[in-house]
C-alpha cells in the first residue's frame, strides 16, 4: 500500500493497547489511533463514502478492538461500529480464544480473528491481518465509486446504451429513450429492426449474422441510420459488441448522432483497446469467461479464440499445480479475499509469457467466478534473473571484477579484486589506475599496457584487450590476465554501438584472471621439452631413469621421487633412479609382482592419483611418511613415482606435465632399446665376419696342406706304379687316405663353427649333469679318461644340442691334448653365476690363452684348432662367456659364466 493505513485500536488496557500500536508503526505503513473509551469510538469513524468525522484529519481504514472491555465486548462496539459504517474492517483481538467467542464473532461479522498470544509474531500477524482487510476494503470503496461513476455517466451519457437479448432490449438507457422517442417500456416491447431505417435494415442485418457467426471480419462500429416514434429518421454511429449477459450472449450497444462527442468515444475506446493490463474472468468451472482485448497483443490470440476454453489450457505445466490450488480456494472464500501471483501462460507462437496478476474472487451474478488483472512481466523477470545472476557470478567468479571511469579512475572493485590489492577496496575507489604502480602491484612497464588499452576502449579503437601483467601482490599469484571492454547500458550490444562511436563509451571494465598456474605449466613444458632433448641422447635404461628423476625434481618440482623399471629375470618391478630427498624414506627398491600401488599401476596401464595414499588397501607401507602420490606408467616398461608429505598437494596441472614426461620416457626407453639391439645386431656381424675370415683363413691354410700332401702322394704311387715298386703302394694310399680324413674333419668343424654362431632364440630348461654324462659318452667312448659330476648342478636354460656339443668339445680338448698313456679325470662343477669343466692333465699355458680359441690354432699336429672356437661360438650364442684358468691340479679349467654377462 502507497498511503498509511489508520488504525483505531480500542483497548480497556493502556499500556497494551500503546504497545500495539508501537509495534505496528514499527512494521511501517501504519497510523494507529489508540482509545480506551468504548463510548468515544464513533466518534473516530467516517461515514461509508469516506467523509471524515469531527477532530479526525484522516478516515479510519481499520478497528483492531479486545472483546472483553468492563461492560462491553467487542461485539457490541462492532454492532455500533457497523451503524457508521457497515463495511469498515473490524478485527477483534483478543485474549479470550475459544470456539463460542469465535463462532459469535464470525456470525457478528467480524473481518478477522486474532487470540493475543505473548511472542513478538503476533504482531507481524496482526499487521498482515489489517493490510489484507484494509486493501480488500479500498478496492471494495473503489469499485461502488467506479460503479456509481459508471451508473451515473450511462445514465447521463449523450449516447443511447442498450443490451438487446432474445430479440428484445434487456436494457436501454435514459439517453435511448429520449434518441428514438419510445419511453422504456414500449422499447421493451419493440424490435430492434423496427427502429433501422428500411435502407440500412439489410446491411445491418448482415453485420448481425456475421456477429453471431464469429466471423473475424465483423466490424464493430458502423453508422446507420434509425427511425424515431414520430418517423424522423436519424444518422447515428453504432458501436456494437457480443456479450455474456447473466450467463448467455447478448449484444452491447452504444448509439449517437453523428457529433462532435464521437470524438470523444473513439478516444475512449482507443484507451481501453490498448491498455497494458490483461483483465480475464474465470468462472467456477475454470473456463474463460472474458478475455480483454489486450490478450492479442500479450499472447498473440484474439479474445474470441480464448474463451471458453479452460483456463489451465494455457498455463505452463510447472504452474498449474500451484494456479489450480490457489483458483479453488478462492472459489470457496469470500469476496474480500485478493491473491497475486506469478506464473506462466502460453503464447500463440508456442513460447510462454510470465504474467504478475491480482486475482479477486467476485460473486457479482454477471460475473460469478475470479477476476484476474494481470501484465506481462516477462522482460522484468528475465531482468531480475539477469541481475540476479549477475549478482552471483561478482560474488561467487574468482576473478576480480574493475569498473574504471573515462578519467581513468576506479569506480568499482568487486570483493575478489579487493582481496588482491595491497590497499583495502575502499582506498582504491576514486583514486586513478595509476594508484597499481604507485603500491607495486605492477611495474612501469605494466602500468603503459594497463593505460594503453583503457584508452584504446575509450577511444572506440578496440571492442576487447587483452594485458598480460607480472604483479606483485599477497598471497600465491605472480601473474594475471586482464581483458579489458567497454561499459555500456543494458539495452546496448556491441552491434548496436560499433566500433568509433565515442559517445557511447561510459568507461572501462576489466576483469582479472590468476594464470599463474597457466604460466607455470608453459614454462614447465618448455622446460621438459628441453628434457626430452637430452633424453634423447640417452644409451641406456640408467641414463634415462636418471634424466626423467631430475626432471620430475627440478621441473614439476617432485623431490620425492623414483623411477623402476621391470626386471623380467626377477619378476618384479626395480628402482633405477631415486631423488636425494626420497632415498631417506623409499625402502623399496625390489616391487615383486603383484605387491603395492606401483605394480597396479604397472599391469592397468592408467596412472593413478592419491590425495591420502594411506587409504588405499595396495599401499605397501601403511606406515609410510607418504600423504599424496601420483604413480605413473612409462610405456610396458616401468613406472614414476611421486609423492609429498603433505595430503592432497599434487593433482594439479603437473600430473598432465607428468604424464607427457613419462610418455617421453617410454619412448626414450624404446629408442634405446632399438639401439642396444642394433648394437646387438652389429655385434654379432662383426663375430660373423670374423668367424668367416677364420673359415676362409683355415680353407686357405689348413686345408692346403693335406691337400698338398695328397696330390704328393698320388705323383710318388703313380711313379711307384709305373717303376713296380708295389711294396711302398699301400703306404702311399695310407697316407692319402690320411689326408683325405684331415680334410674331412676340417670341413666338418667349419660347418659346426658356422652353425653354432646362430643367436640361440628358444631356451629349455635342462638338467647340466645329465647332459654333460651323454655328451661324455659320445666325445669320448673307448678311452680310459674318467668324468667326475658335481652333486646337484641344477639346471639351466639352453639350447639342449649346442649345450651338448660344448661339454664335447671341451672333453675332446682335455683327452686330445693329453698323452694317451695317461689317465685323465675331467670335473664338470657348478658356479654361483655358472658351470666349469676342468682337467688334471698339462693345462693350457697362460700366454697361449687368448690364442687357444682361434680357428686353426691347435697344440696337437692332427688338430684342426677349431675345436674351442666352437665352444665359445656357442657361448656367446647364449649371451655367456668362456675363460681359460688353471684347475687346482695343474690342468686346463674351463669356466662358463651365465649371469651377469649381457
Known amino acids: 500500500m502507497t498511503e498509511p493505513v489508520r488504525v483505531l485500536h480500542v483497548d480497556d488496557d493502556p499500556a497494551f493497547a500503546e504497545l500495539v500500536a508501537t509495534h505496528l508503526e514499527r512494521q511501517g505503513g501504519f497510523e494507529v489511533c489508540v482509545e480506551t473509551d468504548t463510548d468515544s469510538v464513533v466518534t473516530h469513524l467516517g461515514d461509508a463514502d469516506g467523509a471524515v468525522s469531527d477532530g479526525e484529519t484522516a478516515q479510519i481504514e481499520c478497528v483492531v478492538s479486545d472483546y472483553e472491555m468492563g461492560e462491553t465486548t467487542g461485539i457490541d462496539l462492532l454492532r455500533r461500529v457497523r451503524d457508521v459504517d457497515e463495511r469498515l474492517p473490524f478485527i477483534l483481538f483478543t485474549s479470550r480464544g475459544s470456539e463460542e ?12 480473528y486474532i487470540q493475543k498470544r505473548t511472542r513478538v509474531e503476533q504482531y507481524e500477524l496482526l499487521a498482515n491481518r489489517i493490510n489484507n482487510a484494509v486493501e480488500h476494503y479500498r478496492t471494495e470503496r473503489r469499485l461502488r465509486e467506479s460503479e456509481q461513476l459508471y451508473r451515473t455517466a450511462v445514465e447521463r451519457s449523450h449516447d443511447a446504451i442498450y443490451i438487446y437479448q432474445g430479440e428484445q432490449f434487456q436494457f436501454v438507457n435514459r439517453r435511448t429513450c429520449e434518441l428514438t422517442g419510445y419511453d422504456e417500456e414500449e422499447l421493451n416491447e419493440t424490435e430492434i429492426w423496427k427502429l433501422i431505417h428500411p435502407d440500412d435494415k439489410e446491411r445491418v442485418r448482415d453485420i448481425a449474422a456475421k456477429r453471431r457467426r464469429e466471423d473475424p471480419e465483423t466490424p464493430s462500429r458502423y453508422t446507420a441510420r434509425i427511425v424515431t416514434k414520430d418517423g424522423t429518421a436519424k444518422r447515428c454511429k453504432f458501436s456494437v459488441q457480443g456479450i455474456q449477459y447473466e450467463g ?493 680324413q684331415r680334410m674331412r674333419q676340417i670341413i666338418e668343424d667349419m660347418l659346426s663353427l658356422a652353425r653354432q654362431g646362430q643367436p640361440v632364440e628358444e631356451r629349455e630348461t635342462v638338467l647340466l649333469g645329465s647332459v654333460a654324462r651323454e655328451s661324455w659318452e659320445t666325445a669320448v667312448n673307448g678311452t680310459n679318461a674318467t668324468l667326475v659330476v658335481a652333486d646337484n648342478l641344477g639346471t639351466i636354460a639352453a639350447h639342449e644340442g649346442r649345450l651338448k656339443q660344448l661339454f664335447e668339445n671341451l672333453f675332446r680338448n682335455s683327452i686330445d691334448h693329453n698323452s694317451p698313456d695317461e689317465t685323465i679325470t675331467v670335473r664338470v662343477g657348478r658356479l654361483s653365476n655358472g658351470f666349469f669343466v676342468e682337467d688334471d692333465g698339462r693345462g693350457i699355458p697362460e700366454a697361449d690363452r687368448d690364442e687357444v680359441f682361434e680357428p686353426g690354432v691347435s697344440t696337437q699336429p692332427q688338430g684342426t684348432g677349431l675345436g674351442l672356437g666352437i665352444v665359445r661360438t656357442i657361448a656367446h650364442a647364449h649371451e655367456w662367456t668362456v675363460h681359460i684358468t688353471e684347475s687346482e691340479t695343474g690342468g686346463a679349467r674351463f669356466e662358463i659364466r651365465t649371469e651377469g654377462t649381457a
Not at 599463474?516 to 634415462?544: D, G, M, N, P
Not at 609410510?624 to 610405456?635: A, D, H, K, N, R
Open 101 to 112: 467467542v469465535a463462532s459469535e464473532a464470525i456470525s457478528a461479522g467480524v473481518t478477522d
Open 248 to 740: 448467455e450472449r447478448a449484444v452491447l450497444g452504444s448509439v449517437r448522432e453523428m457529433s462532435d462527442e464521437e470524438r470523444v468515444e473513439e478516444r475512449f475506446q482507443a484507451l481501453i483497446e490498448r491498455s497494458s493490463d490483461l483483465v480475464t474472468i474465470i468462472g467456477r468451472d475454470g473456463t474463460i469467461k472474458y478475455q480483454s482485448p489486450s490478450c492479442e497483443r500479450i499472447l498473440g490470440v484474439s479474445p474470441e479464440l480464448v474463451e471458453g476454453q479452460s483456463v489451465m489450457t494455457f498455463i505452463h505445466p510447472e504452474d498449474r499445480a500451484e494456479m489450480q490450488n490457489l483458483l479453488t480456494e478462492m472459489y470457496n472464500s469470500d469476496s474480500s479475499r485478493v491473491e497475486t501471483a506469478r506464473f506462466r501462460s502460453r503464447h500463440a507462437d508456442g513460447s510462454w509469457v510470465w504474467l504478475e496478476s491480482i486475482a479477486r474472487a467476485d460473486p457479482v451474478e454477471s460475473i460469478d467466478g475470479i477476476v484476474v488483472n494481470s501484465r506481462d512481466v516477462t522482460d522484468q523477470r528475465e531482468r531480475e534473473r539477469r541481475l540476479h545472476r549477475y549478482e552471483n557470478v561478482v560474488r561467487s567468479t574468482t576473478q576480480g571484477a574493475y569498473i574504471i571511469g573515462t578519467d581513468g579512475c576506479f569506480e568499482f572493485v568487486s570483493p575478489v579484486a579487493g582481496t588482491r590489492m595491497r590497499e583495502p577496496e575502499e582506498n582504491i575507489r576514486g583514486e586513478h589506475v595509476s594508484v597499481l604502480h604507485e603500491t607495486g602491484m605492477i611495474d612501469a612497464d605494466g602500468l603503459e599496457a594497463v593505460q594503453t588499452a583503457i584508452d584504446r576502449i575509450l577511444d572506440g579503437e578496440s571492442d576487447n584487450e587483452r594485458v598480460e601483467l607480472e604483479v606483485d601482490i599477497p598471497g600465491d599469484i605472480e601473474y594475471i590476465e586482464v581483458t579489458f571492454s567497454p561499459l555500456r547500458d543494458e539495452h546496448e550490444s556491441a552491434c548496436e554501438v560499433g566500433i568509433g562511436d565515442e559517445s557511447q563509451q561510459r568507461g572501462v571494465v576489466a576483469l582479472t584472471t590468476d594464470v599463474t598456474e597457466r604460466k607455470q605449466y608453459q614454462a614447465r613444458l618448455s622446460a621438459l621439452h628441453s628434457a626430452s632433448r637430452e633424453l634423447t641422447t640417452a644409451t641406456t635404461y640408467e641414463e634415462v631413469a636418471t634424466i626423467v628423476s631430475d626432471a620430475a625434481e627440478n621441473i614439476l618440482n617432485y623431490p620425492l621421487n623414483s623411477i623402476s623399471f621391470y626386471d623380467e629375470d626377477r619378476d618384479a618391478l626395480l628402482t633405477h633412479a631415486v631423488s636425494d630427498a626420497a632415498k631417506e624414506i623409499v625402502d623399496d627398491e625390489v616391487i615383486p609382482r603383484g605387491h603395492g600401488i606401483a605394480w597396479r599401476v604397472f599391469e592397468s596401464g592408467e596412472g593413478e592419483v592419491f590425495e591420502n595414499v594411506s587409504t588405499d588397501p595396495a599401499v605397501m607401507n601403511p606406515d609410510t611418511e607418504i600423504q599424496s602420490e601420483v604413480v605413473l606408467p612409462i610405456g610396458d616398461v616401468g613406472v614414476l613415482m611421486a609423492g609429498s608429505r603433505e595430503p592432497g598437494t599434487l593433482n594439479d596441472s603437473r600430473v598432465s606435465l607428468a604424464r607427457i614426461l613419462a610418455s617421453n620416457a617410454s619412448a626414450a626407453l624404446e629408442r634405446v632399446e632399438r639401439e642396444q639391439l642394433l648394437r646387438h645386431h652389429e655385434r654379432e656381424l662383426e663375430h660373423q665376419n670374423e668367424q668367416l675370415e677364420q673359415v676362409a683363413s683355415v680353407v686357405s691354410h689348413d686345408l692346403r696342406n693335406p691337400l698338398n700332401l695328397a696330390s704328393g702322394q698320388l705323383q710318388i704311387l703313380r711313379a711307384n706304379h709305373e717303376a713296380g715298386q708295389y711294396d711302398t703302394i699301400e703306404k702311399r694310399l695310407e697316407r692319402i687316405e690320411d689326408a683325405h
